[in-house]
């Protein structure tokens, strides 16, 4: 995270340094980015870098919070659109991803290059603050799960993981594959269906 030298800097200045990060972190994959460049494209000395961040790492860390807050936004804006239902909202946030593609806002552009050019980047781990618990302490009070078997906390966490583990497949599969976006989209409602019903037909006999 950033130090406080960095935080007493003057707006321009810490945008301009964002700026020049994003730029290098979705010009190359992400072992081959540079701090020389970073700071370079910044102005700065590479001593003042490392008063600001105490590695690369750091300042990746520090640019996937802005990453996570912007999700975390528009998930929500999402999930009170289908009022909290869980599986219906990733099916929608699908489709916002596949309209903004074309034309995407500036912080989506760079995720988007970003996770062109890092193909096994993990897109749950840079849009969840810690992938273990996902985002379900902001989350919980916003789902409909009144008609879930369990409603505990571990419960719709395991729900909630599965299903965003599909959805970030999706998008990942039509980042590379944009033609086969329809394809995806089945795909992941295909998917969701078998989370939300289960794989077992209920009034089946079962086997002694």
Not at 7 to 36: G, H, N
């Amino acid at each position: 995270m950033p130090t406080k030298t960095f935080l007493r800097l003057p707006e321009e200045k810490q945008a301009r340094f964002m700026d020049a990060a994003w730029a290098e972190f979705t010009r190359v994959s992400y072992a081959d980015t540079s701090i020389s460049n970073i700071v370079k494209d910044a102005g700065i000395s590479r001593g003042s870098f490392y008063q600001y961040f105490t590695d690369k790492d750091d300042l990746f860390s520090y640019l996937m919070e802005e990453v996570r807050r912007h999700f975390t936004s528009s998930y929500l804006g999402l999930l009170e659109a289908v009022r909290g239902d869980l599986f219906q909202v990733h099916l929608a946030a699908y489709d916002r991803f596949v309209q903004q593609n074309s034309n995407p806002p500036p912080l989506v552009d760079r995720v988007i290059r970003l996770l062109r050019i890092n193909p096994g980047l993990d897109f749950q781990k840079i849009t969840m603050k810690n992938p273990d618990t996902l985002l379900l302490e902001d989350l919980y009070s916003h789902l409909d799960i009144s008609r879930f078997r369990k409603k505990d906390p571990a419960f719709v966490q395991q729900v909630l993981s599965l299903s965003i583990f599909s959805l970030g497949s999706a998008i990942m599969y039509t980042l590379v594959h944009p033609e086969s976006r329809d394809a995806c989209r089945e795909e992941l409602a295909f998917r969701l269906d078998i989370i939300q019903h289960g794989a077992m037909d209920q009034s089946a006999p079962v086997n002694p």
